[in-house]
């Protein structure tokens, strides 16, 4: 029998797949979300292959377990998912909750030879020293080897950016890494339609980047803003905590 625990991650982490699709962050049936069930991090909740993130439910996501069996008996994960997320879950105590996504803004400065998430707003002040930037794109993860390069990657940093790829946040918690991504997207919109204009950027010192982004930390809203997108859902989608 499931833990109370693991069914309030189960609602969590199928509330971050419902507001994901609603914000235009989902690519077909592909990327991943994942939330470690277990201190060491060997067994997680992760989206099950070929659902749509607009339709995933509680009760629908794949329990994997330390040898990689689902239990229950289920059909295994997507294999880039479950590289990826079991190696950086095993490999980074920080990493409970992993959000992978095309999201688009964060994508295209990914795309970008030299792309970086500069401080030239607010929201990306938040972010500041807690990126790690992997540089070279080295094709699909099909293997241990690769969850193993893109954790040393990651290191101690909070979100990735993946060269020609998406963008991993990671948090320790499903509210404050689905906060982080949201607050992350918003940042690199504004600044790929500032880059659109053609005039140079208006960069924030590092010294102030640094001291806004450690204001922004101790006030953490994570929580209630999920707690509010919740509520919404359970207005309107309530199947998704099903």
Known sequence: METDDIARQRIDLAAAFRWAARLGFHEGVCNHFSVAVSPSGDRF?????????????????????????????????????????????????????????????????????????????????RFYDQIAYDDEYNGLALDEAEGDRMCTALGNRQIMFMANHGVSVIGHSVAFAFDSMYYLERACRNQVLAMSTGRPLKRVPDGLARKVAQQIAGEDNSDRHFDALKRILDREEPDYAA
Not at 85 to 101: D, E, F, K, N, Q
């Open 45 to 125: 909740l992760v989206n099950p292959h070929g659902r749509h993130f607009s339709e995933i439910r509680a009760s629908d996501l794949l329990l994997v377990e330390p040898d990689g069996s689902v239990a229950g008996d289920g059909e295994p994960p997507e294999p880039t998912a479950f590289f990826i997320h079991s190696r950086l879950h095993r490999g980074l105590p920080h990493a409970r909750c992993i959000l992978h996504t095309h999201m688009p803004y964060a994508t295209a400065l990914t795309t970008l030879e030299g792309g970086r998430l500069e401080p030239v707003n607010q929201n990306a002040l």
